[in-house]
């Protein structure tokens, strides 16, 4: 039970007609399943709730075919037979006590319909403002429009409210919802009864509550999702908020906030850190009668505390942090605050749904693969026949890899080379912005230090004879990578012409603590993080950066993560020069000769030195000459190569490989059969549509 010190987060609290166990608040967050992976979906929430979160939300859910995004997987509520999934999400959300809430969603002028195929409908309208600049335009709503939309969000609450739902979330935040959009005069420039003042501007919400009050007769709570602020010269400012608010504050049952743009609400651990929209919600609480919740990427309890005890907010609310760790409320409660897995806010959650993959989490490697692999963050399978592993390399493979294996109850042998275990982890801690990065390897040694089971061997390099004479019964090697300095990636696919007298740098050599001066060509051809984490140590090294990409902007794949703008902005502040669609083409011994990716036209730039940000080679020479010799004659059962030292990737994919090389050692082997459950759509005996005369 929790003592003093957190009891607070522990009191019950009321939410209109509803009463939530504690305050732990998982807000809505999307996750690449949606309507294609239910039962994935569902055993994500299921396996939260087991956690002990008071609320769980769903993501969001659209409403109507008028208004989807594709191409994102988001989850349905477009007929009554979307229910039976939506049901049996809310069944298992509420299996251990937790309210269960469905986010609704109308997108309006962010809904493209290139699913639908319907013409999109906004408050008023113009291009749709999507992150893919579809090429098409929503028409304004009239009053027709909109008395259908109110009955398409009645049809929505009746929904809600039979798939078993105990709130309801209406979205008008992060620009996504069509709520904010009558809000918000950069998106409301109507003239009517729902355009110009800001109590015009609030008309259409105050008849969705009042619906949604009147569907659900009152036995479904009403949380109301805004944003804290949008920014720009008409945008719903956070004084405007304020406004609203004090003249609403009955509204809603609970007040869900958060802030502006999802870019701006779900920055990465690099540029906001815990609890960064305070400012924008401190004082609101004494605007309004009901409770207020709001996010922060909250991991520490005795922040959250300081939330609640400040009058800061009612619940904690936490979206990655419920990620990274679904028992963190559970383990507050039961005061195992060392055993927290802290989430590093490195947005590759994110990156599932904006890539319309499967979300996946550096730090809980479980995330999304509940249903569909059997994993569960905090239990796992017993050992199968075999007694002993020996890992090689302790970097985020090996060290997920050994933690797994020994809380299955093998006898664990961990080596590394490094006087440190944690491998890129800890080198890339070391860099601007990304100490977070090294609780990957934190959390992991802390569950590893008090296991019996379990030998850590650092400073301690293995050569094949010393793998063969262990006496292990299973071999794994996670070795890691190296990067390549000779501008190989995905544009050059062959070493470029290079002299010997220009000095060239890989970030390998910068995290070495080998840094350049004077003026330096950075060659960007990863399109990640770590470019622009270089380039801001070399400017505060007193270098001139020459920041040059094939792409046609900076750090092109942290569009996934949400951080690509913030990055190049960041840059350019610094004083960074940016040559866009540009690549080497030659380094000589005094300058690098670029050429345009679109014309082939030639420039060059004077160089003192060039950093080469581009592939990375596998260090998998041990593997290799293991298995060479005769590790089976040896008595070794199986030999297996893992994370980067088998694919380079970012590290979520290594703590990964290191998860399923541990859950997978002694099973059968599957053969081609899949390797994760999925679901297959059934098809439905439905008459065919003829074409009207």
């Given at each position: 039970m929790p003592g003093n010190r957190y009891d607070i987060l522990f009191q019950p609290m009321r939410i209109g007609p509803k009463t939530a166990k504690n305050r732990f608040y998982q807000v809505p967050h999307c996750n690449g399943g949606g309507y294609r992976d239910p039962s994935a979906v569902v055993e994500m929430r299921r396996t939260k709730a087991e956690g002990g979160w008071g609320v769980i939300f769903t993501e969001q859910t659209e409403i109507h075919p008028t208004s989807e995004i594709t191409p994102f997987i988001e989850q349905h509520l477009w007929d009554d037979r979307d229910i039976p999934a939506l049901a049996r999400m809310a069944e298992a959300m509420k299996s251990h006590g937790a309210l269960a809430g469905i986010q609704l969603a109308y997108s309006g002028i962010n809904g493209p319909n290139l699913y639908s195929r319907e013409v999109p409908l906004a408050v008023s309208g113009g291009p749709i403002l999507t992150f893919t600049s579809d090429p098409?335009?929503?028409?304004?709503?009239?009053?027709e429009d909109i008395r259908d939309l109110r009955r398409w969000f009645r049809n929505a609450f009746r929904r809600s409210q039979q798939a078993g739902f105990d709130l309801i979330c209406l979205y008008g935040a992060h620009g996504f919802g069509i709520l904010q959009h009558f809000l918000s005069r950069a998106t409301n420039q109507r003239s009517d009864e729902y355009g110009g003042s800001l109590e015009n501007r609030a008309r259409f919400l105050r008849e969705i509550v009042e619906d949604a009050r009147e569907q659900t007769r009152g036995e479904v709570a009403l949380s109301l999702r805004l944003s804290l602020h949008e920014g720009g010269a008409f945008g719903f400012s956070n004084a405007e908020l304020r406004d609203f608010i004090e003249m609403h504050g009955d509204l809603p049952d609970i007040w869900d906030l958060a802030n502006g743009t999802w870019e701006a609400c779900s920055g990465t651990s690099r540029f906001k850190p815990e609890g960064a929209q305070e400012e924008l919600v401190a004082g609101i609480k004494a605007l309004t009668p009901k409770p207020v919740v709001g996010v922060g990427r909250f991991?520490?309890?005795d922040a959250m505390v300081r939330q609640i005890r400040a009058g800061i907010l009612d619940f904690i609310g936490a979206a990655r942090p419920s990620i990274a760790d679904p028992f963190l409320p559970k383990k507050i409660e039961e005061g195992r605050i060392e055993d927290i897995r802290e989430c590093i806010g490195c947005n590759i959650c994110v990156s599932g749904d904006m890539t319309q993959g499967i979300s996946r989490c550096t730090?809980?490697?479980?995330?999304?693969?509940?249903?569909?692999?059997?994993?569960h963050p905090e239990r796992m399978h017993p050992k199968g026949a075999s007694d002993s592993v020996l890992i090689v390399g302790a970097g985020p493979a090996g060290l997920e890899a050994a933690h797994i294996l020994a809380k299955r109850g093998y006898a664990v042998t961990l080596a590394d080379a490094a006087d440190k275990m944690g491998g890129r982890v800890l080198r890339e801690a070391a860099l601007p912005g990304l100490s977070a990065w090294k609780r990957v390897a934190d959390y992991r040694l802390g569950q590893l230090a008090p296991l019996p089971n379990a030998q850590l061997f650092p400073a301690s390099r293995m050569t094949p004879e010393d793998i063969l004479g262990?006496?292990?019964?299973?071999?794994?090697?996670?070795?890691?990578?190296?990067?390549?300095?000779?501008?190989?990636?995905?544009?050059h696919l062959h070493p470029i012409p290079t002299d010997a007298a220009m000095p060239v740098?890989?970030?390998?050599?910068?995290?070495?603590?080998?840094?350049?001066?004077?003026?330096?060509?950075?060659?960007?051809?990863?399109?990640?993080?770590?470019?622009?984490?270089?380039?801001?140590?070399?400017?505060?090294?007193?270098?001139?950066?020459?920041?040059?990409?094939?792409?046609?902007?900076?750090?092109?794949?942290?569009?996934n993560t949400l951080e690509q703008a913030t990055i190049q902005r960041r840059l350019m502040e610094l004083g960074v020069t940016l040559h866009l669609s540009k690549a080497p083409e030659a380094v000589g011994a005094d300058g690098v000769t670029l050429g345009c990716t679109w014309t082939g036209r030639q420039s060059r730039i004077a160089a003192d030195a060039v950093l080469m940000v581009t592939a990375r080679r596998p260090d998998d020479a041990l593997y290799h000459a293991t298995r060479a010799l005769d590790w089976q004659g040896a008595g070794i059962k199986s030999l297996k190569l893992i994370g980067d030292a088998a694919a380079p990737a970012p590290i979520a994919w290594a703590t990964y490989a290191g998860r399923r090389y541990a859950e997978e050692l002694d099973q059968p082997d599957r053969g081609d059969a899949l390797s994760f459950r999925r679901e297959i759509a059934g098809l439905l005996d439905l008459p065919a549509l003829t074409p009207r005369d």
């Open positions: 098409v335009q929503a028409r304004t709503m009239d009053r991991t520490s309890p730090q809980n490697t479980a995330f999304m693969e509940e249903w569909r692999k059997g994993w262990f006496g292990a019964d299973h071999v794994c090697i996670a070795t890691g990578s190296h990067w390549r300095r000779d501008a190989v990636a995905r544009l740098f890989t970030p390998d050599d910068l995290m070495a603590g080998l840094v350049p001066q004077g003026r330096v060509t950075l060659y960007d051809d990863d399109h990640f993080y770590i470019g622009s984490v270089l380039a801001e140590l070399l400017v505060a090294r007193g270098c001139e950066v020459d920041y040059v990409t094939p792409a046609v902007k900076v750090a092109e794949w942290a569009d």
